[in-house]
């Protein structure tokens, strides 16, 4: 491959990185298209000096192609257009510097201001290697408590509670807002007010041992009515199994080692330490943005986690392929 | 310059680890505050008939005054007390059950496997009648929270009445040892398990369960006592239909009025798994047909789990003795955020009102600190004090009869909070107090210790602890860990107190002779004068004393003071159950105040009888 | 690149292989019942004068590895374990750290009253945690008497400071099961 096809094969890929659910230049939330309009400012003001620095190099270099006279050298006349120049250039900075600093100041105000009265709360606390999201609320009896996702209404300021049981991780919404550290041991937050709906795609950006990298957040903003809607749906506990498969299934989570970690409401599995299922077939995706949501990779994680996330914390316990069938067919009803 | 002022830190550093780490002496001795009221509360009347002789439940009678009427032993003449006779049961775990005595027998029931003994009184060193072996499982052991503890059975009506640790309760022939019933109520795979003495009464065997560091959901079934068949049962969380809160129930505040707020003051489910146990005392109203009880603790003790005032957990119910149906209830503690059961005991008393008219009340000693008067027909609160040093709560509201918690107290998770007081056995655990309507006076042995409190997220498995926190307990202000206090309801302040080195961890005694008794870890059993609280006799038992001491009339008349001396339950853990100090946070927190227990008693199962000389 | 280049990167590379990796080894994640845990006994009287058969070396392995013992840390803690017997310092459960044991403080013994359960209390764990999650757990027990290496225990606790830190607990002797309580 040429230099310059390699050139032209970057550039190609570089929007790519621009679009879809995981773009910190999408500006889908409050703050996010706050730091697309100051990114934008930036990348102007900074273009523009930069062609005018470069012009002014290129043309420099193009008179100094003459060469030097012994009267060049020995008579340095200031130029007559050097002040005036030198003033204008200066004023160029000054200006370029304030717009910048201005718009800084701007956005950060406004980014103030939309976090200034949330009207939606939730608490995000990260594990080794996935997401426990709890939605508060003043009537205790409807809290929400999902794993490895968040649904926001939009144009709803949400205000994101974030605390860590173990390491330092980082939550990124790349199309919502920046970047905020989860510390274990102190208590950190961050706002959302997401302008657009759709399915946008979390991660966690620090790192944080050997899954770090497999530790996403499903996102997804929709309307306030579709959002109601998923709300009261979380509030209900767990279907009964109704099929004899589903219930072989139900067994075999209730009485074994599933229930030594996880949590179905509604049935005798009341662990607190991982992901809670009440819900896992709502999501998109598996272990944290692992592998989408099929009923083949639902086998295949419950068969041998440990072969699709290398040294997380669920064990591989050795299921026989019908006790497999029947714990993923109870997972399936799990709406 | 540098060097100067890094030796002269060095020197404050020394001088601050001097002052602050040696054992600091506390004064012993009796501390007096003044005179007690004349006024005096007077014991519920129809719940606590003139004294038999008898010895027949636990609190002495239905109002739980354990006060004994025998006036044969007086300050003139305890100082020559001497031991009648002893038994050993054979057990070495932590005794708490009080011998009963009807007539010429006197039974004795042990901590785990619940042997109970009859001894003919009637005999010279009182032979064993007949042995009861009811053998409850040994897993139950695995997963009682503070030692397999019984706290007594109930003689009535020619049976006995008592719980095992396994979960059943039985009822028992007291002239043969016959087992006549067994029910099963209480489940060990859940964590479950049944500790409390029951009550009796009204043809009831009230039963209540254990298991609120367990994540068991809490319950008070009534079998009736001539078949041990389930006449109704009360849970403590739920719906109002499971937790027995009909049309006849009215709070005496707003914030205990209310539909299912069992369930809605909880995130979902969690009240399934909430506490809320009935491990205590149960106390009764022949009149008005109401028993009364407390809640223990919500479970876990990490309380960012359970969100909510988390009812009806850590308050007191008043329920209707024929169908259980609720009365009033009145949360003590909502939100519970140190494991401040609402268990202790309840004495029912006639209060003097402001007109000279007598309000029927219930006064009561709290795990909060705070010593509750409440008219005990609606719950009202009439006077509530703090009994002991409290920086976990700031008071309470007396218009919504809210607990005010202080903020900085409150446990949070990945991080510790220092110096909370009283700490989780609160400033008096189950060990019950005893009332004297002769001075009026309430004898609370109790607690004064603090705790660093670091919380984390508890995970549920059935039959295995919820807890979710680590705890140290350390002596409160002034070094003692324990205090006797003797406390005026009426004056609603103390008129004295004795300062004790170890925990008290053994109920009270008070006799209408003028005497006061009650036993330390160490095992001294300890005869005071109930007006003042001078010392005039004591005696140095086997083992550490956290039992219920009694008084009798024998057959042969005379008056007989016996107790039982067998350290253990969950201050005396280090020892009953040998664990190591090295470990501050063993025993949910406990051994790092008990440190020095395994060199001041061993375990025991003793029961004394002491008597005057001739 | 001088001569020495393959010569140094050889050198570094011989050091770090020599310098106990054993004690990082991660195991094998897919083979659940590589190391099932043996049926053993806790007695030392076997008619005929048997004696208790010798601890597997594989199983003698895990008290060396310090991931073994770090996720029976994470474990006892969320397992409950130190729910009933604390940092070591036991409460419902017995002590775990000092020289008492009432059914073998042997490794493999240790693991086997994880998954049988034994009586007066101690709950069968089989069915609820997997083989590899008792070795890890037995690993850790041992650790909290000390009788792991020091360069494999994890220096802290997870919480409030409990017990001195691992690197500096001492070693008990182990009493067997018969040994006087």
Same mark, same amino acid.
């Given at each position: 491959? *040429?230099?310059?096809?390699?050139?032209?094969?970057?550039?190609?890929?570089?929007?790519?990185?621009?679009?879809?659910?995981?773009?910190?230049?999408?500006?889908?939330?409050?703050?996010?298209?706050?730091?697309?309009?100051?990114?934008?400012?930036?990348?102007?003001?900074?273009?523009?000096?930069?062609?005018?620095?470069?012009?002014?190099?290129?043309?420099?270099?193009?008179?100094?192609?003459?060469?030097?006279?012994?009267?060049?050298?020995?008579?340095?006349?200031?130029?007559?257009?050097?002040?005036?120049?030198?003033?204008?250039?200066?004023?160029?900075?000054?200006?370029?510097?304030?717009?910048?600093?201005?718009?800084?100041?701007? *956005?950060?105000?406004?980014?103030?201001?939309?976090?200034?009265?949330?009207?939606?709360?939730?608490?995000?606390?990260?594990?080794?290697?996935?997401?426990?999201?709890?939605?508060?609320?003043?009537?205790?009896?409807?809290?929400?408590?999902?794993?490895?996702?968040?649904?926001?209404?939009?144009?709803?300021?949400?205000?994101?509670?974030?605390?860590?049981?173990?390491?330092? %991780?980082?939550?990124?919404?790349?199309?919502?807002?920046?970047?905020?550290?989860?510390?274990?041991?102190?208590?950190?937050?961050?706002?959302?007010?997401?302008?657009?709906?759709?399915?946008?795609?979390?991660?966690?950006?620090?790192?944080?041992?050997?899954? %770090?990298?497999?530790?996403?957040?499903?996102?997804?903003?929709?309307?306030?009515?579709?959002?109601?809607?998923?709300?009261?749906?979380?509030?209900?506990?767990?279907?009964?199994?109704? *099929?004899?498969?589903?219930?072989?299934?139900?067994?075999?989570?209730?009485?074994?080692?599933?229930?030594?970690?996880?949590?179905?409401?509604?049935?005798?599995?009341?662990?607190?330490?991982?992901?809670?299922?009440?819900?896992?077939?709502?999501?998109?995706?598996?272990?944290?943005?692992?592998?989408?949501?099929?009923?083949?990779?639902?086998?295949?994680?419950?068969?041998?986690?440990?072969?699709?996330?290398?040294?997380?914390?669920?064990?591989?316990?050795?299921?026989?392929?019908?006790?497999?069938?029947?714990?993923?067919?109870?997972?399936?009803?799990?709406? | 310059?540098?060097?100067?002022?890094?030796?002269?830190?060095?020197?404050?550093?020394?001088?601050?680890?001097?002052?602050?780490?040696?054992?600091?002496?506390?004064?012993?001795?009796?501390?007096?505050?003044?005179?007690?009221?004349?006024?005096?509360?007077?014991?519920? !009347?129809?719940?606590?008939?003139?004294?038999?002789?008898?010895?027949?439940?636990?609190?002495?009678?239905?109002?739980?005054?354990?006060?004994?009427?025998?006036?044969?032993?007086?300050?003139?003449?305890?100082?020559?007390?001497?031991?009648?006779?002893?038994?050993?049961?054979?057990?070495?775990? +932590?005794?708490?059950?009080?011998?009963?005595?009807?007539?010429?027998?006197?039974?004795?029931?042990?901590?785990?496997?619940?042997?109970?003994?009859?001894?003919?009184?009637?005999?010279?060193?009182?032979?064993?009648?007949?042995?009861?072996?009811?053998?409850?499982?040994?897993?139950?052991?695995?997963?009682?929270?503070?030692? !397999?503890?019984?706290?007594?059975?109930?003689?009535?009506?020619?049976?006995?009445?008592?719980?095992?640790?396994?979960?059943?309760?039985?009822?028992? @022939?007291?002239?043969?040892?016959?087992?006549?019933?067994?029910?099963?109520?209480?489940?060990?795979?859940?964590?479950?398990?049944?500790?409390?003495?029951?009550?009796?009464?009204?043809?009831?065997?009230?039963?209540?369960?254990?298991?609120?560091?367990?994540?068991?959901?809490?319950?008070?079934?009534?079998?009736?006592?001539?078949?041990?068949?389930?006449?109704?049962?009360?849970?403590?969380?739920?719906?109002?239909?499971?937790?027995?809160? +009909?049309?006849?129930?009215?709070?005496?505040?707003?914030?205990?009025?209310?539909?299912?707020?069992?369930?809605?003051?909880?995130?979902?489910?969690?009240?399934?798994?909430?506490?809320?146990?009935?491990?205590?005392?149960?106390?009764?109203?022949?009149?008005?047909?109401?028993?009364?009880? +407390?809640?223990?603790?919500?479970?876990?003790?990490?309380?960012?789990?359970?969100?909510?005032?988390?009812?009806?957990?850590?308050?007191?119910?008043?329920?209707?003795?024929?169908?259980?149906?609720?009365?009033?209830?009145?949360?003590?503690?909502?939100? @519970?955020?140190?494991?401040?059961?609402?268990?202790?005991?309840?004495?029912?008393?006639?209060?003097?009102?402001?007109?000279?008219?007598?309000?029927?009340?219930?006064?009561?000693?709290?795990?909060?600190?705070?010593?509750?008067?409440?008219?005990?027909?609606?719950?009202?609160?009439?006077?509530?004090?703090?009994?002991?040093?409290?920086?976990?709560?700031?008071?309470?509201?007396?218009?919504?009869?809210?607990?005010?918690?202080?903020?900085?107290?409150?446990?949070?998770?990945?991080?510790?909070?220092?110096?909370?007081?009283?700490?989780?056995?609160?400033?008096?655990?189950?060990?019950?107090?005893?009332?004297?309507?002769?001075?009026?006076?309430?004898?609370?042995?109790?607690?004064?210790?603090?705790?660093?409190?670091?919380?984390?997220?508890?995970?549920?498995?059935?039959?295995?602890?919820?807890?979710?926190?680590?705890?140290?307990?350390?002596?409160?202000?002034?070094?003692?860990?324990?205090?006797?206090?003797?406390? @005026?309801?009426?004056?609603?302040?103390?008129?004295?107190?004795?300062?004790?080195?170890?925990?008290?961890?053994?109920?009270?005694?008070?006799?209408?002779?003028?005497?006061?008794?009650?036993?330390?870890?160490?095992?001294?059993?300890?005869?005071?004068?109930?007006?003042?609280?001078?010392?005039?006799?004591?005696?140095?038992?086997?083992? +550490?004393?956290?039992?219920?001491?009694?008084?009798?009339?024998?057959?042969?008349?005379?008056?007989?003071?016996?107790?039982?001396?067998?350290?253990?339950?969950?201050?005396?853990?280090?020892?009953?159950?040998?664990?190591?100090?090295?470990?501050?946070?063993?025993?949910?927190?406990?051994?790092?105040?008990?440190?020095?227990?395994?060199?001041?008693?061993?375990?025991?199962?003793?029961?004394?009888?002491?008597?005057?000389?001739? | 690149?001088?001569?020495?280049?393959?010569?140094?990167?050889?050198?570094?590379?011989?050091?770090?292989?020599?310098?106990?990796?054993?004690?990082?080894?991660?195991?094998?994640?897919?083979?659940?019942?590589?190391?099932?845990?043996?049926?053993?006994?806790?007695?030392?009287?076997?008619?005929?004068?048997?004696?208790?058969?010798?601890?597997?070396?594989?199983?003698?392995?895990?008290?060396?590895?310090?991931?073994?013992?770090?996720?029976?840390?994470?474990?006892?803690?969320?397992?409950?374990?130190?729910?009933?017997?604390?940092?070591?310092?036991?409460?419902?459960?017995?002590?775990?750290?000092?020289?008492?044991?009432?059914?073998?403080?042997?490794?493999?013994?240790?693991?086997?009253?994880?998954?049988?359960?034994?009586?007066?209390?101690?709950?069968?764990?089989?069915?609820?945690?997997?083989?590899?999650?008792?070795?890890?757990?037995?690993?850790?027990?041992?650790?909290?008497?000390?009788?792991?290496?020091?360069?494999?225990?994890?220096?802290?606790?997870?919480?409030?400071?409990?017990?001195?830190?691992?690197?500096?607990?001492?070693?008990?002797?182990?009493?067997?099961?018969?040994?006087?309580?």
């Amino acid at each position: 491959m *040429t230099l310059r096809g390699a050139a032209w094969a970057l550039l190609a890929i570089l929007p790519g990185g621009c679009a879809g659910a995981q773009n910190a230049l999408g500006g889908e939330g409050a703050e996010g298209s706050n730091f697309v309009q100051l990114f934008t400012v930036f990348m102007i003001v900074c273009a523009v000096m930069y062609v005018l620095i470069t012009a002014g190099l290129l043309i420099a270099l193009w008179r100094r192609r003459q060469p030097l006279t012994v009267e060049d050298r020995r008579h340095h006349e200031t130029s007559s257009a050097i002040r005036p120049a030198l003033i204008g250039w200066t004023a160029l900075v000054v200006a370029g510097l304030t717009a910048l600093t201005v718009a800084s100041f701007f *956005t950060d105000r406004s980014n103030a201001a939309n976090s200034a009265s949330p009207k939606l709360s939730l608490t995000v606390t990260a594990n080794q290697w996935w997401w426990d999201v709890e939605y508060q609320s003043a009537d205790a009896s409807r809290t929400v408590h999902t794993a490895n996702e968040i649904h926001l209404p939009v144009g709803v300021p949400a205000q994101v509670t974030l605390k860590s049981n173990d390491v330092i %991780h980082s939550l990124w919404i790349p199309n919502l807002a920046g970047k905020q550290d989860l510390i274990p041991g102190r208590v950190t937050d961050i706002q959302f007010v997401p302008r657009k709906t759709g399915n946008y795609r979390g991660q966690c950006a620090e790192f944080c041992g050997i899954q %770090h990298t497999l530790m996403a957040l499903d996102v997804t903003v929709e309307s306030k009515a579709d959002f109601q809607r998923w709300y009261e749906a979380q509030l209900k506990p767990a279907p009964p199994p109704a *099929t004899p498969q589903q219930l072989a299934g139900y067994r075999y989570f209730a009485t074994r080692e599933c229930s030594s970690c996880h949590n179905i409401g509604g049935t005798p599995a009341s662990g607190q330490i991982a992901p809670d299922l009440t819900h896992f077939a709502s999501r998109r995706s598996i272990a944290a943005g692992t592998l989408p949501m099929t009923r083949a990779n639902l086998a295949r994680w419950v068969a041998d986690p440990q072969a699709v996330k290398k040294g997380n914390n669920m064990p591989t316990i050795g299921m026989t392929d019908a006790e497999v069938d029947s714990v993923v067919s109870y997972l399936e009803t799990l709406k | 310059m540098a060097m100067i002022a890094l030796l002269a830190m060095g020197l404050v550093a020394a001088v601050l680890i001097w002052r602050f780490s040696r054992d600091r002496a506390f004064e012993t001795g009796v501390t007096n505050y003044g005179e007690s009221s004349a006024i005096k509360a007077v014991p519920a !009347p129809a719940a606590s008939p003139a004294d038999d002789g008898n010895w027949t439940m636990p609190g002495k009678d239905y109002a739980s005054t354990r006060f004994s009427g025998l006036k044969q032993i007086e300050p003139a003449n305890v100082g020559k007390l001497g031991v009648a006779f002893t038994f050993s049961t054979g057990t070495t775990e +932590g005794f708490e059950a009080p011998p009963l005595v009807v007539g010429p027998t006197m039974y004795v029931v042990s901590p785990w496997p619940n042997n109970v003994f009859a001894l003919d009184l009637t005999k010279p060193g009182a032979p064993t009648k007949w042995t009861y072996e009811p053998k409850p499982a040994a897993a139950a052991k695995g997963v009682a929270c503070c030692g !397999p503890v019984n706290r007594g059975a109930v003689y009535s009506g020619g049976r006995l009445y008592m719980n095992l640790l396994d979960g059943h309760t039985v009822a028992v @022939d007291a002239s043969s040892g016959r087992e006549i019933w067994r029910t099963k109520l209480a489940d060990i795979q859940k964590g479950e398990t049944i500790t409390m003495a029951p009550l009796v009464a009204d043809g009831k065997v009230l039963v209540g369960n254990s298991g609120g560091e367990m994540g068991v959901r809490g319950w008070l079934a009534a079998l009736d006592a001539g078949s041990g068949k389930l006449a109704w049962k009360a849970y403590s969380t739920g719906p109002d239909s499971e937790a027995l809160i +009909g049309s006849d129930y009215r709070a005496p505040y707003s914030q205990d009025q209310g539909k299912d707020l069992g369930v809605k003051s909880w995130g979902p489910e969690q009240w399934k798994i909430g506490g809320g146990t009935v491990w205590g005392w149960i106390s009764y109203d022949p009149e008005l047909k109401l028993i009364y009880y +407390g809640t223990s603790n919500p479970g876990p003790w990490n309380a960012e789990q359970r969100p909510g005032d988390n009812k009806w957990t850590a308050g007191v119910f008043a329920r209707d003795i024929g169908t259980g149906q609720a009365r009033w209830f009145y949360q003590s503690t909502p939100h @519970d955020l140190f494991d401040h059961d609402d268990i202790n005991e309840i004495l029912l008393v006639d209060w003097p009102g402001r007109n000279g008219q007598r309000i029927p009340a219930l006064i009561r000693p709290s795990r909060n600190g705070y010593f509750y008067v409440q008219d005990r027909r609606n719950g009202r609160i009439l006077s509530v004090d703090p009994y002991a040093h409290i920086n976990a709560y700031k008071g309470v509201d007396l218009n919504s009869g809210r607990l005010i918690p202080a903020a900085e107290k409150e446990p949070k998770e990945g991080r510790v909070v220092r110096n909370i007081c009283p700490g989780p056995p609160g400033a008096k655990d189950w060990n019950p107090s005893a009332f004297s309507p002769i001075t009026g006076l309430v004898y609370i042995p109790h607690l004064n210790i603090c705790m660093d409190m670091g919380v984390k997220n508890a995970n549920y498995i059935a039959g295995t602890p919820f807890v979710g926190a680590d705890v140290k307990m350390y002596a409160g202000p002034g070094g003692n860990r324990g205090a006797f206090t003797a406390w @005026d309801p009426v004056a609603r302040r103390k008129v004295f107190e004795i300062k004790e080195d170890l925990p008290l961890w053994s109920p009270a005694l008070a006799t209408a002779g003028g005497l006061v008794f009650y036993g330390t870890m160490d095992g001294w059993f300890k005869a005071i004068d109930a007006r003042n609280g001078k010392l005039l006799w004591q005696y140095k038992t086997g083992s +550490g004393i956290i039992g219920q001491p009694i008084s009798y009339r024998g057959p042969d008349g005379r008056q007989y003071i016996a107790v039982p001396s067998g350290v253990g339950g969950w201050a005396g853990a280090i020892v009953s159950a040998d664990l190591d100090e090295r470990d501050p946070t063993a025993a949910l927190g406990f051994v790092n105040v008990t440190k020095d227990l395994k060199k001041r008693t061993t375990k025991g199962g003793t029961v004394y009888v002491f008597a005057l000389p001739g | 690149m001088s001569s020495r280049f393959p010569a140094r990167f050889l050198a570094l590379g011989l050091i770090a292989a020599l310098c106990g990796c054993q004690r990082e080894n991660r195991q094998d994640w897919n083979k659940p019942h590589a190391r099932a845990v043996p049926a053993t006994s806790p007695d030392t009287i076997f008619p005929g004068g048997a004696a208790v058969p010798p601890l597997d070396a594989r199983a003698a392995s895990f008290e060396g590895n310090a991931h073994v013992i770090a996720r029976g840390q994470q474990l006892f803690a969320t397992m409950n374990c130190s729910g009933c017997h604390s940092h070591g310092g036991g409460g419902m459960g017995p002590a775990l750290m000092d020289d008492k044991w009432l059914y073998g403080g042997r490794i493999d013994q240790i693991a086997a009253s994880i998954m049988e359960g034994r009586p007066n209390g101690m709950p069968s764990w089989r069915g609820k945690l997997t083989d590899q999650q008792m070795w890890q757990l037995a690993a850790y027990v041992r650790s909290l008497s000390g009788q792991v290496r020091k360069d494999a225990v994890s220096a802290r606790a997870d919480e409030v400071s409990n017990t001195p830190p691992q690197t500096q607990v001492k070693r008990e002797p182990v009493l067997p099961a018969d040994g006087p309580q």
